[in-house]
């Protein structure tokens, strides 16, 4: 791995972090990522106009169930921000990496090593120290943590990664069997068309609960942002389509969870929230955790 590629990997990861942070930031995250929705729907638009997409039709059933599963992605990670803080939320939003090996394992019969194992639990006991969030740090302190507003809904955003991640692997599969096309247009194609059916649907799901009024001045107040923030969220991911080319895919998946650091340093520091020696710990923790996933692979 070259120093580019670490340098790009930190830039995606960063932009990551700071999307999310501009989320947290506004007025109604909920509202917020509808106007990002908006953003990214008329990007596809251009891009689709510009290359049609052919989806092979074995590949479709992945791309619905993926579209469903981001929508609930959306919904609960727009509500973890409304019920608690970024520094709490995000890592353990983006703790996915650690689990999905170990449900590839229980569903697609895939291997886990020792060392695999070990980064798992690190990343368990980085969660671990998410939720000590008091003096008291005994069992019972730590379940009522987790039954809180806030915990639900990062572990339900959690759910949806790990999930989305897992038919996104089958279908990505399935759409380089059945297709000639580059690997990263494949995978862009695949990210837009789930993208489409998830933010359509959370858009409409806005619109039923409030009122235009409401969107229309979040989205004058607030729209560098929101542009800022979907921009960065699209050069994010482009930049790791073009490493994948190139790069083993599970160092790049592994060294981008240092975005959990920065999302971490940017509660803290730009919305004052606390908790920040426990929470970085358990962040540099999960990072390590990865790391040790990776080199397993």
Same mark, same amino acid.
């Given at each position: 791995?070259?120093?580019?590629?670490?340098?790009?990997?930190?830039?995606?990861?960063?932009?990551?972090?700071?999307?999310?942070?501009?989320?947290?930031?506004?007025?109604?995250?909920?509202?917020?990522?509808?106007?990002?929705?908006?953003?990214?729907?008329?990007?596809?638009?251009?891009?689709?106009?510009?290359?049609?997409?052919?989806?092979?039709?074995?590949?479709?059933?992945?791309?619905?169930?993926?579209?469903?599963?981001?929508?609930?992605?959306?919904?609960?990670?727009?509500?973890?921000?409304?019920?608690?803080?970024?520094?709490?939320?995000?890592?353990?939003?983006?703790?996915?990496?650690?689990?999905?090996?170990?449900?590839?394992? +229980?569903?697609?019969? !895939?291997?886990? $090593?020792?060392?695999?194992?070990?980064?798992?639990?690190? #990343? @368990?006991? =980085?969660?671990? *120290?998410?939720?000590?969030?008091?003096?008291?740090?005994?069992?019972?302190?730590?379940?009522?943590?987790?039954?809180?507003?806030?915990?639900?809904?990062?572990?339900?955003?959690?759910?949806?990664?790990?999930?989305?991640?897992?038919?996104?692997?089958?279908?990505?599969?399935?759409?380089?069997?059945?297709?000639?096309?580059?690997?990263?247009?494949?995978?862009?194609?695949?990210?837009?068309?789930?993208?489409?059916?998830?933010?359509?649907?959370?858009?409409?799901?806005?619109?039923?609960?409030?009122?235009?009024?409401?969107?229309?001045?979040?989205?004058?107040?607030?729209?560098?942002?929101?542009?800022?923030?979907?921009?960065?969220?699209?050069?994010?991911?482009?930049?790791?389509?073009? +490493?994948?080319?190139? !790069?083993?895919? $599970?160092?790049?998946?592994?060294?981008?969870?240092?975005? #959990? @650091?920065? =999302?971490?340093? *940017?509660?803290?520091?730009?919305?004052?929230?606390?908790?920040?020696?426990?929470?970085?710990?358990?962040?540099?923790?999960?990072?390590?955790?990865?790391?040790?996933?990776?080199?397993?692979?």
């Amino acid at each position: 791995m070259t120093s580019l590629t670490i340098i790009l990997v930190f830039l995606s990861a960063f932009f990551h972090a700071l999307w999310n942070f501009y989320a947290k930031s506004s007025t109604s995250t909920q509202i917020f990522f509808f106007w990002m929705g908006v953003f990214t729907l008329f990007l596809t638009l251009i891009v689709f106009s510009i290359r049609l997409p052919i989806i092979p039709s074995q590949v479709w059933v992945y791309v619905i169930l993926s579209g469903l599963v981001h929508f609930g992605y959306w919904f609960s990670l727009s509500r973890a921000y409304m019920a608690g803080d970024i520094s709490f939320v995000y890592p353990i939003a983006r703790s996915a990496p650690a689990f999905v090996p170990l449900f590839a394992l +229980l569903f697609l019969g !895939e291997s886990i $090593s020792t060392r695999g194992l070990a980064g798992i639990f690190c #990343v @368990v006991l =980085a969660i671990y *120290l998410f939720q000590q969030r008091g003096k008291e740090t005994s069992y019972k302190s730590i379940l009522q943590y987790a039954c809180k507003p806030d915990s639900i809904w990062a572990f339900s955003t959690l759910g949806t990664v790990i999930t989305y991640s897992l038919i996104d692997k089958q279908g990505m599969a399935e759409f380089h069997s059945h297709s000639n096309s580059a690997s990263v247009w494949n995978a862009m194609t695949y990210y837009l068309a789930e993208g489409c059916i998830a933010l359509i649907l959370y858009n409409a799901y806005i619109f039923l609960q409030f009122r235009w009024r409401q969107i229309a001045e979040i989205g004058h107040r607030e729209w560098k942002q929101v542009i800022t923030a979907a921009t960065m969220a699209m050069v994010s991911y482009t930049l790791i389509l073009y +490493l994948l080319m190139t !790069e083993k895919v $599970s160092y790049i998946v592994a060294l981008r969870q240092c975005s #959990v @650091v920065f =999302a971490v340093l *940017l509660g803290s520091y730009k919305l004052r929230e606390s908790g920040l020696r426990l929470r970085l710990a358990g962040a540099v923790l999960m990072v390590f955790g990865m790391f040790l996933i990776a080199l397993a692979e």
